[in-house]
C-alpha cells in the first residue's frame, strides 16, 4: 500500500509538471490574465465566457471594463447602460447577474470579493465553477474548476465511458478535478487545463502525439479519444417564425418601438412590433396577444392597441432574419409600412408592454434592443 501511494503521489507530480512546463511555454495571452490577482476582472471575463467563445468575448470585454473599470463603478451604474454594452453577447441574464453581484459586493463585502467558497456561492449568478475560477486565478487558492474544456480533458484522462452530462459522472470529474489541482501554481494549474482542452485536447482531432500529459491518458492509451467524452444526444431545435413591421412617421422618420416589460426574454429591451406566426414562441407573442399570420391584420390589431392610421405593408418583404435563442432556431421577416395620419402625443401602450415610442434612428442605436431586432432594422452589428 506505501508503494501504490507513492506511485500515485509521483505520477500526479509528473503530470502537474509536464502540464505547468506547457503551459509556459505556450498559454495563451489572454487580456484578462497577469493583473495581480484582480478578481473584478476574473469574474467579468467569466460571465461573459459562459456559452460563448474567448474571440468574441475579448472586444466585449475591453469595452466594459473601460466603461465599468471597478466593481464600485459597475455596482453604481444603470442596468440598461449595463445591457448596453452587453449587447450582441446574448443571455442577457448573465449581464444581471453580473450587476446584481456588483452591488452585493460593494454593500455586503465593502468592495472587496471574499474568498471563502460559501461566500463567493451566495453571490448573484456565481456557481461552483466561478467561484474557483475566483479562488484560484485570483487569490491563487487550490480550488477546482470543471467547464467544457476541462471536461473533455479530465474524461479522455481518466477514460470515462459514461455519459459527462450524468451526476455520477460529474460527481466523477469533479473529484479528479479537485485531486489533480498543483497546490503550489492553482491559478496557473486550472488555466493550463483549459488551455490544454481548448487547444490540443479539441473535440476533433486531438493533437495526442504532441500532447505533454499523453502518457497519462487512458483514452489516448486505449485509442477511445475520438469517443470520449461520450455525450447524451442533444434534442432538435424548435423552429418558430415570426414578422416584424418597421411602422415609420413620415415626418421625421421616426420608428415604432416597444419596450418589453422587466421580467422574461429580453426584459427590458426596445423592440419592433413582432408577431407570432408558426411553431416556436420564445418570446410569449400570442399571450401578449401579438399573434397574426397575416401582415394586413397584423397592421390593424397595431391600429387598434395603439391608436394608430397605419397604410398597408410596402412592397416585398425588407428582410429576412435568421436567429437562435434558447434552444429555438427562429426565422424573423420584416416588412415597412408607414403612418398615415399625425398621432397625438399620447401614445398608447399596449398591455403587457413597459413603454412605447416613435424613436428616430440616430436614438435607436442608444437604446437595448436584441442582435435579432438589429438585424431587422439594418443597424450594425458591434465587432
Same mark, same amino acid.
Given at each position: 500500500?506505501?508503494?501504490?501511494?507513492?506511485?500515485?503521489?509521483?505520477?500526479?507530480?509528473?503530470?502537474?509538471?509536464?502540464?505547468?512546463?506547457?503551459?509556459?511555454?505556450?498559454?495563451?495571452?489572454?487580456?484578462?490574465?497577469?493583473?495581480?490577482?484582480?478578481?473584478?476582472?476574473?469574474?467579468?471575463?467569466?460571465?461573459?465566457?459562459?456559452?460563448?467563445?474567448?474571440?468574441?468575448?475579448?472586444?466585449?470585454?475591453?469595452?466594459?471594463?473601460?466603461?465599468?473599470?471597478?466593481?464600485?463603478?459597475?455596482?453604481?451604474?444603470?442596468?440598461?447602460?449595463?445591457?448596453?454594452?452587453?449587447?450582441?453577447?446574448?443571455?442577457?441574464?448573465?449581464?444581471?447577474?453580473?450587476?446584481?453581484?456588483?452591488?452585493?459586493?460593494?454593500?455586503?463585502?465593502?468592495?472587496?470579493?471574499?474568498?471563502?467558497?460559501?461566500?463567493?456561492?451566495?453571490?448573484?449568478?456565481?456557481?461552483?465553477?466561478?467561484?474557483?475560477?475566483?479562488?484560484?486565478?485570483?487569490?491563487?487558492?487550490?480550488?477546482?474548476?470543471?467547464?467544457?474544456?476541462?471536461?473533455?480533458?479530465?474524461?479522455?484522462?481518466?477514460?470515462?465511458?459514461?455519459?459527462?452530462?450524468?451526476?455520477?459522472?460529474?460527481?466523477?470529474?469533479?473529484?479528479?478535478?479537485?485531486?489533480?489541482?498543483?497546490?503550489?501554481?492553482?491559478?496557473?494549474?486550472?488555466?493550463?487545463?483549459?488551455? &490544454?482542452? +481548448?487547444? =490540443?485536447?479539441? *473535440?476533433?482531432?486531438?493533437?495526442? %502525439?504532441?500532447?505533454?500529459?499523453?502518457?497519462?491518458? !487512458?483514452?489516448?492509451?486505449?485509442?477511445?479519444?475520438?469517443?470520449?467524452?461520450?455525450?447524451?444526444?442533444?434534442?432538435?431545435?424548435?423552429?418558430?417564425?415570426?414578422?416584424?413591421?418597421?411602422?415609420?412617421?413620415?415626418?421625421?422618420?421616426?420608428?415604432?418601438?416597444?419596450?418589453?416589460?422587466?421580467?422574461?426574454?429580453?426584459?427590458?429591451?426596445?423592440?419592433?412590433?413582432?408577431?407570432?406566426?408558426?411553431?416556436?414562441?420564445?418570446?410569449?407573442?400570442?399571450?401578449?396577444?401579438?399573434?397574426?399570420?397575416?401582415?394586413?391584420?397584423?397592421?390593424?390589431?397595431?391600429?387598434?392597441?395603439?391608436?394608430?392610421?397605419?397604410?398597408?405593408?410596402?412592397?416585398?418583404?425588407?428582410?429576412?432574419?435568421?436567429?437562435?435563442?434558447?434552444?429555438?432556431?427562429?426565422?424573423?421577416?420584416? &416588412?415597412? +409600412?408607414? =403612418?398615415?395620419? *399625425?398621432?397625438?402625443?399620447?401614445? %398608447?401602450?399596449?398591455?403587457?408592454?413597459?413603454?412605447? !415610442?416613435?424613436?428616430?434612428?440616430?436614438?435607436?442605436?442608444?437604446?437595448?434592443?436584441?442582435?435579432?431586432?438589429?438585424?431587422?432594422?439594418?443597424?450594425?452589428?458591434?465587432?
Amino acid at each position: 500500500m506505501p508503494d501504490l501511494v507513492k506511485n500515485e503521489a509521483e505520477n500526479a507530480w509528473k503530470f502537474r509538471q509536464a502540464l505547468l512546463d506547457w503551459y509556459d511555454q505556450n498559454g495563451r495571452d489572454l487580456p484578462w490574465r497577469n493583473h495581480g490577482g484582480d478578481a473584478y476582472r476574473v469574474i467579468v471575463s467569466e460571465m461573459m465566457l459562459v456559452q460563448t467563445t474567448v474571440a468574441a468575448v475579448i472586444p466585449y470585454y475591453h469595452r466594459f471594463l473601460e466603461r465599468f473599470p471597478t466593481v464600485t463603478s459597475l455596482a453604481n451604474a444603470d442596468e440598461s447602460d449595463v445591457l448596453k454594452l452587453w449587447e450582441g453577447l446574448g443571455y442577457y441574464r448573465r449581464a444581471r447577474h453580473l450587476h446584481a453581484l456588483a452591488k452585493a459586493v460593494v454593500t455586503d463585502h465593502q468592495g472587496q470579493f471574499p474568498t471563502d467558497i460559501n461566500a463567493l456561492l451566495a453571490l448573484p449568478g456565481v456557481g461552483r465553477y466561478i467561484a474557483g475560477a475566483v479562488r484560484s486565478f485570483a487569490f491563487d487558492l487550490p480550488a477546482p474548476i470543471l467547464e467544457a474544456n476541462t471536461i473533455r480533458l479530465i474524461a479522455r484522462l481518466i477514460g470515462l465511458q459514461d455519459p459527462v452530462e450524468t451526476s455520477s459522472s460529474q460527481k466523477t470529474l469533479w473529484a479528479e478535478a479537485t485531486a489533480r489541482v498543483d497546490p503550489n501554481r492553482p491559478g496557473s494549474f486550472n488555466q493550463a487545463m483549459m488551455d &490544454l482542452g +481548448a487547444t =490540443l485536447c479539441s *473535440p476533433r482531432e486531438p493533437a495526442c %502525439l504532441i500532447c505533454p500529459v499523453s502518457p497519462h491518458c !487512458e483514452a489516448f492509451k486505449t485509442g477511445l479519444t475520438d469517443l470520449i467524452p461520450i455525450k447524451t444526444a442533444k434534442s432538435p431545435l424548435k423552429p418558430g417564425q415570426e414578422f416584424s413591421l418597421i411602422i415609420k412617421r413620415p415626418a421625421d422618420n421616426a420608428i415604432l418601438l416597444l419596450k418589453r416589460l422587466n421580467h422574461g426574454l429580453w426584459a427590458d429591451f426596445w423592440e419592433l412590433p413582432t408577431f407570432w406566426v408558426s411553431g416556436a414562441d420564445p418570446a410569449r407573442r400570442c399571450e401578449l396577444g401579438f399573434e397574426c399570420p397575416d401582415s394586413n391584420q397584423s397592421i390593424q390589431l397595431v391600429e387598434c392597441l395603439m391608436g394608430l392610421d397605419i397604410g398597408p405593408p410596402e412592397g416585398a418583404l425588407t428582410k429576412t432574419v435568421k436567429y437562435g435563442v434558447t434552444n429555438h432556431k427562429m426565422t424573423l421577416q420584416v &416588412l415597412e +409600412a408607414k =403612418l398615415l395620419k *399625425p398621432h397625438s402625443d399620447e401614445l %398608447l401602450c399596449p398591455r403587457g408592454w413597459a413603454g412605447a !415610442e416613435f424613436v428616430p434612428m440616430p436614438e435607436i442605436t442608444g437604446r437595448s434592443i436584441s442582435t435579432a431586432q438589429r438585424k431587422a432594422l439594418k443597424i450594425p452589428l458591434k465587432s
